[in-house]
């Protein structure tokens, strides 16, 4: 390099008041441990970040001992360096002994950072000369320290990780969801592999006098956890997590002003984790406790309309009025009033306080239900080989969930070994009788 | 005039190894922190939870302020409960969100853990600025311990440790059927009527009170170190659960005596380096244990390789004799077809010291006794030949290669099945004699 660094970052921040530096650092920060976080939390790796964060401090000790003084790049390469010795010796360990991944993690964790504890003790001995004032940073997190040739570290590295993120996306996806997969069709995995590791362990390096080691562990998981919540699709996911991070780094540095900055910031990104665990169509919970809740409600409609259709079927096809107490004795109910409603108001049934009738559209829907359950109990005795007075409430699970097409599929097979009733040709006769065994009585939970 | 060399100004660390009873005192604060880690940590370690100690350790923190708030004093027993409750409620959400919001297991940990610390580091921030030095959780202040205030005649931290070992130690001894049922075969001992769940919150309790225990003597690394290095090394040395803690309790006193002595020498922090000292250990283990070894493995490996090169050796020899009596391989033959180099060197000399070859000028000659070695081999490989014919209709010509293999493998007694089994009339498919 030919124009050395203070010169690059007084052109491009030294425009800018130290709370926007710490803004731009922190969200250039959240971004690209998102991204990068991402990997890890795929390939079943987050608490990597964890153990790297730990294993930086002996290499940064070392660094200052050697240096003698606190100059970021330096201590990043020291910090670095014990980094990738410590991955390569978890992947040694779990090769080579039968220690398992997890205390593998742990033990070079512990063991790399009681080292680092022996050597700040060193450190800190008066003979030791050097200003050690930014070293605590490195443990805890000093966002307030950054200066713009800290920005400018940053701001390379996010930029290298996404060109290399970019350039290897397709490999990357790859061994994230089926490293054995890419291995058998030749992809160099292991490389890979070390290649995801190193930039995760280049993202905590760059992030640790940020944010602190156990706060730049949250930024690897957090963002990335979250964004998993919104998407199946890895892109999305980086883009979302990237997203999130920077965020997190924006938001957390302007509402935690007077606490320190690292913890501000996951929490932040801890904030956006929850909303997405509640908010998150598909995956998020009040999503999945809705549709739990319509599905509930639609099967408890299927055996009301399918129940008075058997209360009726001899009559048929005259629809005869039916009281209300002969449906209680039929099945056990819960919330059958305002059940009825329900189906009133969506013109399957008419009713009043002591009867109910199905209409002519609720006949129809109830008849296919009453097909679909009885050609699945059918299906069950004849293929299954389940006792006649058992497949109700089989068919009860499952009946539901039939599809038109399966539903087809069952009739023609049915219908090809002359299994098929030809009494009543649209709704086959039930294998069982209906409704006098109180032991099986189909109960009903909803 | 002092004749007594001065010990200290000696060069080699003899000095060091006096210790001075405050020494011992930290010594012994060290090894009851370490022994009660290393109780649980064995069971973290085979349940392959052992980042669970990482974990819990921080995510501690806001019970501990909340506990302090709550209780105005840094007395341990709201301490203790303070703990107790956040590690419950630690492994609640960290098992909640794997279970119902599918979030991968690790990733929960992560999320939780670090969440509930960035909120004790806010809390500490906000309310006890001055009391909580987080620095000094992490790296402890173990050199303190003889500073402290007493309790019953013993150092207020070491009093404090003492009874978590004794809470931990009375826990394994009543519980140790449903912790070792529960922590290799939790299905079964679901079946059984235990519950592997109850069993998992109650270690991950005792977990968190021993973290808490022990930040004030010797800080969070160490305790994170001895809930799993002492176990993992005692896991490298025994298959047995009770030898394995055993050896795990032993391991971390003596990191705690090794610790304290080389801090000493070296003048630095004293649960720094019994971490150190652990992980020494460890490191030990992981070269020198004799049954998982990687030295024993290499020596294991080089046996075998040495022990099959013999066979191959004599086999050669045998069947260059029933070939043509006359003719006799020389030394630089045989080595050159047992593959060259200094094994067969090796190899040569060894069977000749043993009396199984004997030299004759450049010629290499088969003994009595390597000779009846040989025949047992050629008829291990032959019948194994024509069992692989006979019975697996493998074609004549490849049956040498997995006979050569396996004919080093073959006792007296499989020899004896194979002789049942196929139906020779003294001849292999190759039509050789099969020696008897």
């Not at chain 1, 449906?327 to 059940?339: A, G, M, N, S, T």
């Not at chain 2, 440790?161 to 922590?183: F, Q, R």
Request: hydrophobic fraction near 50%; charge should be negative.
């Amino acid at each position: 390099m030919t124009v050395d660094q203070p010169v690059i970052a007084a052109l491009f921040f030294d425009g800018l008041n130290l709370s926007q530096k710490v803004m731009f650092g922190t969200a250039l920060l959240g971004g690209i441990s998102g991204v990068v976080g991402s990997f890890a939390v795929l390939r079943g790796r987050s608490l990597v970040g964890d153990m790297l964060a730990h294993a930086a401090l002996p290499g940064v000790c070392l660094a200052f001992l050697i240096m003698g003084s606190r100059n970021m790049l330096g201590l990043s390469l020291g910090a670095l360096l014990s980094g990738l010795l410590a991955i390569g010796m978890v992947s040694l360990l779990v090769h080579w002994t039968r220690t398992k991944e997890d205390a593998a993690i742990g033990i070079v964790l512990s063991t790399f950072y009681g080292m680092g504890v022996v050597l700040l003790s060193i450190i800190q001995k008066p003979h030791i000369g050097g200003n050690k004032a930014g070293l605590d940073s490195y443990l805890f997190g000093e966002p307030g320290n950054m200066l713009s040739a800290d920005l400018v570290l940053l701001a390379v590295v996010a930029a290298v990780l996404l060109v290399i993120v970019f350039t290897f996306f397709k490999e990357f996806q790859l061994v994230s969801f089926d490293n054995d997969f890419a291995r058998s069709q030749g992809w160099p995995t292991l490389l890979l592999d070390l290649a995801l590791m190193a930039s995760l362990a280049v993202v905590t390096i760059v992030g640790l006098p940020i944010v602190g080691i156990i706060l730049m562990a949250a930024m690897i998981i957090i963002p990335a956890s979250t964004a998993r919540f919104w998407t199946n699709r890895l892109h999305i996911m980086l883009l979302l997590a990237g997203a999130f991070g920077a965020a997190a780094g924006v938001l957390g540095t302007k509402l935690g002003r007077g606490l320190p900055a690292g913890a501000a910031i996951v929490l932040t990104a801890t904030g956006f984790f929850v909303l997405s665990l509640l908010l998150a169509p598909g995956r998020g919970v009040v999503s999945r406790v809705l549709a739990e809740v319509q599905l509930r409600n639609r099967i408890a409609r299927e055996h009301l309309l399918r129940s008075l259709y058997e209360l009726s079927e001899s009559d048929l096809p005259k629809r005869i009025l039916l009281p209300i107490h002969k449906l209680r004795e039929y099945r056990h109910w819960r919330f059958l009033p305002k059940l009825l409603a329900g189906a009133v108001e969506s013109g399957h049934v008419e009713s009043d306080d002591e009867t109910v009738k199905l209409t002519p559209l609720g006949l129809q829907r109830a008849a296919e239900l009453t097909k679909a359950h009885r050609l699945w109990e059918m299906y069950l005795v004849q293929h299954a080989g389940i006792a006649a007075d058992h497949v109700d409430r089989d068919a009860d699970d499952v009946e539901h969930l039939l599809t038109a097409s399966l539903l087809l599929e069952l009739e023609h097979e049915l219908a090809a070994e002359g299994r098929l009733p030809d009494i009543t040709p649209e709704v086959p006769d039930s294998p069982h009788e209906l409704g006098t065994d109180p032991k099986n009585t189909p109960s009903s939970d909803f | 005039m002092n004749l007594l060399p001065n010990i200290a100004a000696l060069p080699l660390p003899i000095g060091a190894f006096s210790l001075s009873p405050s020494d011992w005192t930290i010594i012994w604060t060290g090894a009851a922190t370490n022994v009660a880690c290393a109780l649980v940590g064995c069971f973290l370690v085979l349940r392959r939870m052992s980042m669970m100690g990482d974990a819990l350790s921080h995510a501690v923190l806001p019970g501990l302020v909340v506990a302090y708030l709550l209780s105005h004093s840094l007395d341990i027993i709201p301490l203790f409960f303070g703990a107790a409750a956040v590690g419950l409620l630690t492994t609640f959400l960290i098992q909640t969100l794997h279970q119902y919001a599918r979030v991968p297991s690790d990733a929960s940990m992560g999320v939780v853990f670090t969440s509930l610390f960035a909120l004790g580091v806010v809390l500490v921030k906000k309310f006890v600025s001055g009391h909580f030095d987080i620095a000094c959780v992490y790296e402890g202040s173990l050199e303190l311990v003889v500073l402290a205030d007493t309790v019953g005649g013993l150092p207020r931290p070491l009093f404090t440790t003492l009874i978590v070992l004794l809470i931990n130690g009375l826990v394994l001894i009543l519980l140790w059927k449903e912790l070792k049922l529960s922590s290799f075969d939790p299905a079964l001992a679901t079946t059984m009527g235990l519950s592997a769940t109850a069993m998992h919150y109650l270690l991950m309790t005792l977990v968190a009170v021993t973290a808490v225990a022990s930040f004030e003597a010797v800080g969070s690394i160490l305790v994170v170190a001895m809930l799993i290095v002492p176990a993992a090394t005692a896991h490298l040395l025994t298959d047995r659960l009770a030898i394995m803690v055993g050896i795990s309790a032993g391991i971390g006193i003596l990191a705690a005596v090794l610790g304290c002595i080389a801090a000493n020498y070296w003048d630095t922090n004293i649960a720094g380096m019994m971490t150190v000292a652990a992980g020494a250990l460890y490191g030990l283990a992981v070269f020198f244990s004799p049954r998982h070894g990687v030295c024993s493995a290499l020596v294991r490996n080089l046996q075998m390789s040495l022990r099959v090169l013999h066979e191959d050796l004599l086999a050669m020899l045998y069947r260059v004799e029933e070939f043509d009596d006359s003719k006799h391989l020389t030394v630089a033959e045989a080595r050159e077809a047992i593959g060259g180099g200094w094994l067969s060197r090796w190899s040569i000399a060894a069977l000749v010291r043993d009396n199984r070859i004997e030299t004759a000028g450049e010629q290499l000659l088969l003994t009595d006794l390597g000779r009846t070695d040989a025949r047992k081999l050629v008829r291990s490989h032959r019948l194994w030949e024509t069992y692989l014919v006979q019975h697996l209709g493998m074609p004549l010509d490849h049956v040498h290669e997995p006979a050569h293999r396996v004919e080093h493998f073959i006792d007296a007694r499989l020899q004896q099945e194979l002789e049942a089994e196929v139906d020779t009339e003294g001849q292999d498919p190759h039509g050789r004699q099969i020696p008897e």
